[in-house]
């Protein structure tokens, strides 16, 4: 499983803005088609993101357009214009069913063939954001070897169920719950809702505290200045990985002694313990924090 921590959107109708990002470290750059770029843009915004694209490419960084959704007269010209080599991906909105990924899939592969890139290549994050999407779940995430994560999209979703936004999230703690669920089953990488009070990191540490606790491998920003925050949370701290190294080394001398299981600091540390703790060091070691 692949770490995406940060997911920066950039409006892709804003060149300087595109350009800017570029200096930034996310770990993806989402230019977007989409949301943040109002309807009479939507042909200019295509052109933009085309244009500085293979700019973004050359950073290294994994490159995942979101594009306009299937229902729209823009899918299809938003595909044909960015598949490319070197594009990582792309993100697509209001994902219903299975059949949803299936269409998005062939409209890849024909894009692919014209770019002369295997097929394939472009992999897919779907936007987990409707009633519809949370109850199909699982099946969406697992039906397609293209998917590389999940995205729950807390605003249209709340928009899609009729019901208002809360500061403190319980509207959709069984939705969020859903998504870090079904993506663990088909083993990708769930990503949290972008947080929008963007001026305000404490409350970004707090939100993505949360966001990983229930499961969530990384969350989307919508300005430079949260990366950071956004990277720290969804990185093992320094008392982690120590303490994943002691839960490890206790372990191996029980097991030495013959003996299934130990405490360190009161806790018991059986296999699944331990299994926790190799995982944090993995990812440590992917993330090149040893």
Excluded at 65 to 79: A, C, G, L, V
Excluded at 105 to 117: F, G, H, P, Q, W
Aim: with cysteine.
């Amino acid at each position: 499983m692949e770490f995406l921590r940060s997911l920066l959107f950039v409006p892709g109708n804003q060149p300087r803005m595109l350009q800017k990002a570029s200096q930034t470290l996310p770990d993806a750059f989402i230019p977007d088609l989409e949301d943040s770029v109002a309807f009479d843009d939507k042909e200019e915004a295509r052109q933009v993101v085309s244009d500085h694209l293979d700019m973004l490419i050359a950073t290294g960084k994994k490159i995942i357009p979101r594009i306009n959704s299937m229902d729209t007269e823009f899918f299809e010209k938003d595909i044909s214009a960015l598949v490319r080599p070197g594009l990582y991906g792309i993100s697509v909105g209001k994902i219903s069913s299975t059949s949803d990924i299936g269409n998005i899939a062939v409209a890849l592969s024909r894009c692919e063939t014209k770019a002369n890139i295997p097929t394939g290549t472009t992999k897919i994050i779907p936007w987990i954001e409707t009633a519809s999407a949370v109850i199909n779940c699982y099946q969406i995430l697992s039906c397609s070897t293209r998917i590389c994560a999940a995205a729950f999209g807390a605003e249209d979703f709340t928009n899609d169920m009729g019901i208002e936004r809360r500061i403190d999230d319980k509207e959709i703690t069984y939705a969020r719950s859903v998504v870090t669920v079904s993506a663990r089953a088909a083993d990708v990488p769930a990503l949290d809702t972008p947080f929008f009070a963007f001026k305000d990191p404490e409350a970004l540490k707090t939100s993505s505290a949360e966001s990983r606790s229930m499961g969530f491998k990384g969350k989307f920003a919508i300005h430079p200045a949260q990366i950071e925050t956004i990277n720290q949370c969804f990185s093992p701290t320094t008392d982690e990985i120590e303490y994943a190294r002691q839960v490890i080394q206790t372990f191996e001398e029980a097991a030495g002694q013959g003996r299934g299981s130990t405490s360190l600091n009161g806790m018991v540390v059986d296999v699944p313990v331990v299994k926790r703790a190799e995982s944090v060091i993995a990812m440590a070691q992917q993330m090149d924090l040893l």
